[in-house]
């Protein structure tokens, strides 16, 4: 089975400064991608960054990068020079590629403070 | 180019009335899904389908009939609505030749 966990149900950081969430999954697949969606108050689900597990290199999108440490299955998202709009509710969520379904952590609330 | 549509958008239901969502994909995806989102459990797979005519179950199934009748269409079908299926419903589509999956808007169903 396929699990993914996040720790921090509730973040918060100030403007400008870096915050780091967690997440940890397991998996006996070889073929598998992880993602942090963010669901900000309009409910709607926006993909915010994607990882290959195959690949080594961590990926970065402007602002956000993850560091997708693979023996530990650890998979935590960095938020550089945070936003007010960056407040949202962030799932971390991991695809099989066997069983093509995604399934996602509880997710963390991240409130950025002025 | 709508991407992923639901309707409706809120309902409420008494306990027991019968409902059906509906899910509309135009980007020709293969794979939809339909999740429930309730506070604190993120979102949870009800079920999926990898193609038209075919349907799975996922995670939480008890109490939801699902169809796929044409391919951009995903239906979900309450037959005896309950308090416990109070939640919002996301529906979602994906190419199979790619892993990332297409949100639709929500749905916020309320069963008294």
């Known amino acids: 089975a396929q699990t993914v966990t996040q720790s921090q149900p509730e973040m918060s950081v100030q403007e400008a400064e870096t915050v780091t969430l967690s997440c940890t999954y397991d998996t006996s697949e070889n073929n598998y991608y992880l993602f942090w969606y963010k669901q900000p108050p309009s409910r709607q689900m926006i993909l915010v960054i994607r990882q290959e597990a195959y690949k080594q290199q961590n990926a970065t999108e402007n602002r956000f990068s993850v560091n997708f440490q693979k023996a530990a299955k650890s998979f935590s998202l960095k938020i550089s020079d945070s936003q007010l709009g960056d407040t949202a509710m962030y799932f971390c969520?991991?695809?099989?590629?066997?069983?093509?379904?995604?399934?996602f952590g509880t997710g963390t609330l991240l409130a950025v403070q002025p | 180019n709508a991407g992923v549509t639901q309707t409706p958008k809120f309902r409420v239901l008494k306990t027991g009335q019968s409902m059906t969502l509906l899910c509309a994909q135009d980007m020709n995806h293969e794979y939809m899904y339909w999740y429930r989102q309730d506070p604190g459990m993120g979102l949870r797979l009800i079920h999926y389908?990898?193609?038209?005519?075919?349907?799975a179950k996922g995670e939480v199934p008890d109490g939801y009939n699902v169809s796929r009748l044409k391919k951009q269409n995903f239906l979900l079908g309450l037959e005896s609505a309950a308090p416990s299926q109070t939640s919002v419903y996301f529906c979602?589509?994906?190419?199979?030749?790619?892993?990332?999956?297409?949100f639709g808007p929500g749905t916020r169903l309320t069963v008294l």
């Open positions: 979602a589509s994906q190419s199979a030749g790619y892993n990332e999956q297409f």
């Open positions: 389908s990898v193609g038209e005519g075919t349907t």
């Open positions: 969520a991991l695809y099989g590629g066997a069983t093509n379904k995604l399934i």
